[in-house]
Nanobody, 122 residues
């Protein structure tokens, strides 16, 4: 049984940094995209970032230059380093893995974590 477990969320002030981690178990994802989505209250879940390797890494426009997605295939883990956080980054952040199709679409991902809350105060 595949499990994705996120960690690293929290409450921070505007301008601060956080690093999210997502550890996968049950199968390896070294040949699959792993990434992050987020969902703010009252809004749809949206794409944040996804990576297969350093040459195939993609970001949503509003996080480019602030967020960095990376992975450690030996640990079957994907990370999201978030710098210069803004109140509008406040959301429940979900890890996703095993994309088939457009990596920007949540429907493409077969496996999901339960989410970790990120709250940024102004």
């Amino acid at each position: 049984q595949v499990q994705l477990v996120e960690s690293g969320g929290g409450l921070v002030q505007s301008g601060a940094s956080l690093r999210l981690s997502c550890a996968a178990s049950g199968r390896t994802f070294s040949s699959d995209f792993m990434g992050w989505f987020r969902q703010a209250p009252g809004k749809e879940r949206e794409f944040v970032a996804s990576t297969l390797n350093s040459a195939n890494t993609y970001y949503e426009d509003s996080v480019k230059g602030r967020f960095t997605v990376s992975r450690d295939n030996a640990k079957n883990t994907v990370y999201l380093q978030m710098n210069s956080l803004k109140p509008e980054d406040t959301a429940l952040y979900y890890c996703a893995a095993g994309a088939s199709g457009s990596i920007y679409s949540l429907r493409a991902y077969k496996h999901w974590g339960q989410g970790t809350q990120v709250t940024v105060s102004s």
